[in-house]
């Protein structure tokens, strides 16, 4: 079966767009999680949406944000960016998300911001 | 507030050498515990999944084990191959998120 589907994979931005990221999980897969990962502060948690819901959320500012469709599929939004946004964003799949569940992850979106 | 470690952060053998790679966690309170393969500039892929219950995990060369009271765990690499050389990363699962290592860069040299 398809894996992990992230969309796009390479982007470039200016300081002070706007930018919307999308993941398609696994087929049958409730639960997608968000990390970001940078050279310095490695992969960090940013929130993860369950049935369409928010559950759980990182140590991020309210300019990140998300949302998940009735298929599974999420969306993430950064607004007003910043250079230090600058990373690679991961989206992870699970059946359930909390608990003991396995997570599969994309490709990964390379955001650069300018 | 959970971390996890990882030593060393970059290590370079000869191929065909087996070698282990460390990873630990302060919180025993966790789920689970995947070992993840990065190649560069791309995602995770999942190399092993040892559930809180477990000890061990084996796939092919790899093995992996679990000691939750002491916060350990070790990936063990069997006849290292060129193709083994990315960064391995450590993933502990929370109640809420997976928390992850910094990493060990792994180049097997020819």
């Known amino acids: 079966k398809a894996g992990v589907t992230q969309t796009p994979r390479y982007l470039i931005k200016t300081r002070g767009q706007q930018v919307t990221l999308s993941c398609s999980p696994i087929?049958?897969?409730?639960?997608v999680s968000w990390y970001q990962q940078t050279p310095g502060q490695g992969l960090q948690f940013l929130f993860e949406y369950f049935s369409e819901t928010q559950r759980n959320k990182g140590n991020f500012p309210g300019r990140f944000s998300g949302r998940q469709f009735s298929n599974s599929r999420s969306e993430m939004n950064v607004s007003t960016l910043e250079l230090g946004d600058s990373a690679l964003y991961l989206c992870?799949?699970?059946?359930?998300?909390?608990?003991?569940?396995?997570?599969?992850f994309g490709q990964g979106t390379r955001l650069t911001v300018v | 507030k959970q971390e996890v470690t990882q030593i060393p952060a970059a290590l370079s053998v000869p191929e065909g050498e087996n070698l282990v790679l460390n990873c630990s966690f302060t919180d025993s309170a966790i789920y689970n515990l995947q070992w993840f393969r990065q190649d560069p500039g791309k995602g995770l892929t999942s190399l092993l999944l040892i559930q809180s219950s477990q000890r061990e995990q084996t796939s092919g060369r790899l093995n992996a084990s679990l000691d939750k009271s002491s916060g350990r765990s070790t990936l063990y690499i069997a006849a290292s191959q060129p193709g083994d050389s990315a960064t391995y990363l450590c993933?502990?699962?929370?109640?809420?998120?997976?928390?992850f290592g910094q990493g060990t860069r792994l180049t097997i040299n020819p």
């Open positions: 087929s049958g897969h409730r639960s």
């Open positions: 992870a799949s699970s059946l359930y998300g909390q608990g003991a569940t396995e997570a599969f």
């Open positions: 993933a502990v699962k929370g109640a809420q998120k997976l928390v």
